[in-house]
Structures are given as C-alpha cells and as structure tokens.
C-alpha cells in the first residue's frame, strides 16, 4: 500500500475528498496560505488539510564526526528543530480551527530538510498524491527560483502535475473564481480541477473567460463549452457558472482587468510553455505576468 494511502487510512480520507498540502514555515506570508483556505472553504467542506513543515536539518554544518560521537548535541539541535516547528504548526491549525474546521481532518507533518526547500515541497507533493500545494507569496519565490533553475531538471525531470495555490494577502476573501481557459490541455485540466475542488461550495460563483485573438474567436463557443463540461461534470450547478469571451492582444493584461473589477477572489489558469506545449517550469506567457502582477486575489495553476 502506498505510503500516502496508508497513512490516509487513519486520516478518515474517502474517494470523496479533497486532499490539500498547506506550506508552513517561520515567515509569517506562509500563514497566508492557511489564511485563505480557512477564509474560501466551509469547515463542513470534504477537505482534508495536511499542514507541511519543513525544518532546518539539524545535521546541516555539522562535522561528521560530532554527528557520529556527540549524541547529546544532535538530539538537541533535534528537538530544538521540532519545537520550533511545531510552534508554527500549532498556530495554523489554530486559524483553521477559529473557523471551524474539524481538528480530525488537519493533519500536522514535520520533514526535515533533505535536497532543499522547494525540492522537498515538489517531492512530497508527488509522493502525497495532493489534489492541491497551496503556497504563500514567500513560498512561491523559492518554488520559482528551483523550478526555473537548471537543478530542477536533473532532480525533477517529471511534469510537475500537482495544481499550485498561490495565496496573496487579503482582508477579505471574495468567493467567486474567474477560470481562464485557451483551448489547451492545461486549460481543461484547471477547469476539471476547478469543478472538483469547488463541487460543494454552493456560494461560489464560476465564470469562465476565454480571452480570444482578435479575429480569432471562432472557436470560443467551443472553448467555453469544453470549460462548462468539466465543470458540471464534477457536480457545478449550470446556475454557479457564467461565461465571458473578450477579444484583446494582451490575454494576461485583460485577465486581471477582469479579476480586478468583478473582485473575484481566485483566477485559475492553465500552466503552459509560449509554444503551448505542458511544461514542469511555473513560468509562460500568460501565467509569468499572472504570477507578479495579481495581488489581489489567489492564483490556480494547473498543469
């Protein structure tokens, strides 16, 4: 049995669920993370939260000779580690339980550090089998520094297939999403995603916006109803989804117009090279300007 789906087993976790990787660390942005799902979601929703730590190693600057004789120095930069962590961890699960979710579908992890940061994020992202990674604006700089990297692709040479959540500050968060779709495969994966992390939150409004080439909107229709057939395939009430088609050079410029003036509070997108092709690097076209431009609401991504 897999790991995940062993420890799952206690976890109370069904087909039914929706599995999400929280990112916690000591830099008070990674709350923003917790802060937005507790603030999107109902604590009655099917969520199942794992709240992901990952500490410093306490073998790291050490001498291999103290790490083999000193025990008593290990154990306690050990525990030193732990305490800190764990301090953190409770602090999230406190916003989360403030908003009434239930204490026996938050799972807390605490993972030393082993290849990096970002690299233990993306690895525990496949071996968990996520339905979401959900990152504050802190986390996303170090995912983007490893995944642009040249590292990234002797370490991670598979597609990177866990949807990413990265989370701004805000005050309030609105519950309605614009789903931005272009006719490529990212862009219906995001929109299956979409519908089958949103299928039981009845107050969320989805509009799907397909932003075409000038002279080039043929094919909207069957863009938008490709989008609309994820989405009721996963349960979304034809009543919860809208539907726009605005005809610009500049996709990524009218995205946030849009995401801007209808205060929505998620933009979800596929993730994709400029040549359209499904890529393991965060960056694109589009998606690039999404990620240093909206700070205003959480961004989707979806490979």
Not at 244 to 261: G, H, M, R
Request: charged share 25%; net charge neutral.
């Amino acid at each position: 049995m897999p790991a995940r789906l062993a420890d799952m087993k206690t976890f109370g976790e069904d087909a039914m669920d929706r599995h999400v990787l929280l990112t916690i660390s000591d830099d008070v942005s990674s709350l923003q993370a917790v802060r937005f799902t507790a603030g999107y979601f109902t604590g009655a929703s099917r969520l199942l939260l794992t709240l992901l730590y990952i500490a410093s190693n306490p073998k790291a600057g050490l001498p291999e000779s103290e790490i083999i004789h000193n025990h008593n120095s290990l154990n306690q930069r050990t525990a030193q580690a732990k305490a800190r962590a764990q301090a953190v961890l409770d602090k999230a699960e406190e916003l989360l339980l403030l908003k009434h979710f239930p204490a026996d579908r938050i799972h807390k992890k605490i993972a030393f550090k082993q290849l990096g940061t970002a690299t233990d994020i993306i690895q525990e992202s496949i071996s968990g089998m996520y339905d979401a990674v959900v990152l504050g604006r802190r986390g996303l700089s170090r995912l983007e520094e490893f995944i642009s990297g040249s590292v990234s692709r002797e370490i991670f040479s598979a597609p990177m297939e866990v949807p990413l959540w990265i989370c701004r500050r805000q005050e309030r968060v609105n519950p309605h999403l614009l789903l931005c779709v272009d006719g490529s495969p990212s862009g219906r994966r995001c929109a299956d995603h979409v519908g089958f992390m949103l299928r039981e939150e009845a107050r969320h409004r989805i509009d799907i916006l397909h932003v075409a080439t000038p002279g080039t909107g043929t094919a909207a229709g069957k863009i938008l109803e490709e989008a609309r057939c994820a989405l009721e395939a996963n349960g979304i009430a034809p009543e919860r989804i809208g539907e726009k088609v605005i005809e610009s050079p500049a996709a990524a410029k009218t995205i946030l117009d849009q995401a801007l003036t209808g205060g929505y509070g998620v933009v979800a997108a596929g993730r994709k090279t400029p040549d359209g092709a499904a890529s393991t690097r965060i960056t694109g076209s589009s998606s690039t300007v999404l990620l240093k431009s909206l700070d205003f609401a959480a961004l989707w991504i979806s490979a």
